[in-house]
């Protein structure tokens, strides 16, 4: 059964940076390499939604308030992806997940982002 964990979570001031991780379990390099990985994020009393993702060939897409700011990365011989985060603000504060095709998410990192 594949697994996804995310880490790297935590406390921020605003400005600062955050790097998460996600680290597939349970499937072959071979088999994660050939997935598109998403990082969402949930914040308090409001719907899920997608920050980022990376395709299987390193195409990458952004949701327009983290442009610039975010940056998703993939080591498949590490079967792990990555979220860099710069220039943090209040508003990115939320529990981020990452998720794999075949609707398979992490348990989630908190991340709280003080002003």
């Known amino acids: 059964q594949v697994q996804l964990v995310e880490s790297g979570g935590g406390l921020v001031q605003a400005g600062g940076s955050l790097r998460l991780s996600c680290v597939a379990s349970?499937?072959?390099?071979?088999?994660?390499?050939?997935?598109?990985m998403e990082w969402y994020r949930q914040a308090p009393g409001k719907q899920r939604e997608l920050v980022a993702l990376?395709?299987?060939?390193?195409?990458?897409n952004y949701r327009a308030s983290v442009k610039g700011r975010f940056t998703i990365s993939r080591d498949d011989a590490k079967k792990t992806v990555y979220l860099q985060r710069n220039s943090l603000k209040p508003e990115d504060t939320g529990v981020y997940h990452c998720?794999?095709?075949?609707?398979?998410w992490g348990q989630g990192t908190q991340v709280t982002v003080s002003s």
């Open positions: 990376i395709a299987r060939y390193g195409e990458t």
């Open positions: 998720k794999k095709d075949g609707d398979v």
């Open positions: 349970g499937i072959s390099e071979l088999g994660f390499k050939l997935n598109t």
